[in-house]
C-alpha cells in the first residue's frame, strides 16, 4: 500500500531528525515529495492529527522526559523541543498533558506520553491476522527466572477486549506512553491477562500494566486500578532478535508457542497463573519477542 509506505517513511524521518537544529514540519514534507496539504491528509487519516500536531506531541513528549530525568532549565528544554519561547511551551505541555512543566517535574506523576507506533507494524498484523504467524523462522526461545517480592501493579481493565486489537480500540492509545512515563515501573507498559481475582464484574481479562514497588502511592490517571501483588517467579520467555521490522507478529507468536510447550515441572516450578498477570511486551528487532508468565516453586 503506497500511502502507508510515504506516511512510513515520513514517520522514520521524524524518528531520526527531530533533535536536530531547525528541525520543522516543513522538512519531513521535503523528505517525502509531498505537499502540506497532503502530507496532513495523510497525517489526519491514520493518527487522526496534522502533522504539526504530531511533530509537537513529539517534541513534548521528550521534553517531559528531560524534566523528568534532568535538571536542566525549563528554557532549555524548551528550545531543545523546538519552542522558541517558556511561555509557548509551557501552554503547549498544559494542553497536552493538562499539567504545567513546573509542576510535572516536582510531583512526576503519570502523563501520556505519546508513542510513535510504526504505521507499519499495524497493517501488517492486519495482514496476518487471519494467518498462520508460525510460518516464521523463528524457533528459538530462551527463559530466564526472576524472583518478584511483594509489589504493585497498576493497570487500565478492559470491558470487552480479548487481544491487542480490541483492546486498544476500547482503551485507545495512550495507555503505553502513560504507563511508561512512571519513573517507579519494573518493566516498560505491557498488555496483560489479570487472574481471575483481579476481573471485577463487567471487564474482561485483558488490561495494560506496569508492576512498581509496595511503597508507590502517587495518584493515579482516571480509570486506572491500583493493586498489591503477592511474592511469586516470573518466568520471561525472550526469542532471538529477527531483523525484518514486519517479523514482529511472527516474533511474538513463537513464543506464545514456546509458553504452551514448556514443561516447569522440569527445572523445579509451576505455572502460577492464579497469583499474578502475564505479561506481553512485545517484540524489537535487537531483543526479539518477551513475554512473562507467573510461576511458584513445585512442591
Known amino acids: 500500500m503506497r500511502e502507508v509506505e510515504v506516511v512510513q517513511?515520513?514517520?522514520?524521518?521524524?524518528?531520526?531528525h527531530y533533535q536536530?537544529?531547525?528541525?520543522?514540519?516543513?522538512?519531513?514534507?521535503?523528505?517525502?515529495?509531498?505537499?502540506r496539504r497532503q502530507v496532513d491528509r495523510l497525517f489526519k487519516k491514520y493518527f487522526g492529527k496534522t502533522l504539526q500536531a504530531y511533530v509537537n506531541a513529539v517534541c513534548l513528549t521528550e521534553g517531559a522526559k528531560e524534566l523528568l530525568n534532568t535538571q536542566k532549565p525549563i528554557l532549555e528544554i524548551a528550545l531543545n523541543s523546538h519552542f522558541e519561547t517558556h511561555e509557548g511551551f509551557s501552554r503547549s505541555f498544559y494542553k497536552r498533558f493538562h499539567m504545567m512543566p513546573s509542576v510535572y517535574r516536582d510531583k512526576k506523576v503519570?502523563?501520556?506520553?505519546?508513542?510513535?507506533?510504526?504505521?507499519?507494524?499495524?497493517?501488517?498484523?492486519l495482514k496476518h491476522k487471519e494467518e498462520?504467524?508460525?510460518r516464521s523462522d523463528l524457533k528459538f526461545c530462551m527463559v530466564t527466572a526472576k524472583e518478584r517480592q511483594k509489589r504493585k501493579l497498576i493497570y487500565l481493565p478492559s470491558h470487552h477486549a480479548k487481544d491487542y486489537f480490541s483492546y486498544c480500540?476500547?482503551?485507545?492509545?495512550e495507555w503505553e506512553g502513560l504507563l511508561n512515563s512512571i519513573a517507579e515501573k519494573y518493566e516498560p507498559a505491557a498488555l496483560i491477562e489479570l487472574p481471575d481475582k483481579l476481573v471485577e464484574a463487567g471487564f474482561s481479562k485483558i488490561a495494560a500494566g506496569v508492576e512498581v514497588p509496595l511503597?508507590?502511592?502517587?495518584?493515579?490517571?482516571?480509570?486506572?486500578?491500583?493493586?498489591?501483588l503477592p511474592e511469586c517467579i516470573m518466568l520471561y520467555f525472550q526469542s532471538e532478535?529477527?531483523?525484518?521490522?514486519?517479523?514482529?507478529?511472527?516474533?511474538?507468536?513463537?513464543?506464545?508457542?514456546?509458553?504452551?510447550?514448556?514443561?516447569?515441572?522440569?527445572?523445579?516450578?509451576?505455572?502460577?497463573?492464579?497469583?499474578a498477570p502475564s505479561f506481553n511486551f512485545g517484540a524489537e528487532t535487537s531483543t526479539g519477542a518477551r513475554l512473562a508468565v507467573p510461576a511458584l516453586l513445585a512442591e
Not at 480500540?169 to 492509545?173: H, M, T
Request: overall charge negative; some cysteine.
Open 241 to 275: 532478535p529477527y531483523e525484518r521490522e514486519e517479523d514482529f507478529g511472527k516474533a511474538i507468536e513463537s513464543v506464545y508457542t514456546a509458553v504452551g510447550k514448556y514443561n516447569p515441572s522440569l527445572y523445579g516450578y509451576r505455572f502460577a497463573y492464579d497469583m
Open 110 to 125: 503519570a502523563i501520556p506520553w505519546f508513542i510513535q507506533y510504526p504505521i507499519s507494524h499495524y497493517y501488517e498484523m
Open 215 to 228: 511503597d508507590y502511592d502517587k495518584e493515579l490517571p482516571e480509570g486506572y486500578k491500583i493493586v498489591e
Open 9 to 16: 517513511m515520513m514517520q522514520d524521518y521524524i524518528r531520526v
Open 20 to 35: 536536530d537544529d531547525g528541525f520543522n514540519a516543513d522538512q519531513v514534507c521535503s523528505a517525502a515529495g509531498y505537499s
Open 132 to 134: 498462520s504467524w508460525m
Open 169 to 173: 480500540e476500547e482503551a485507545g492509545c
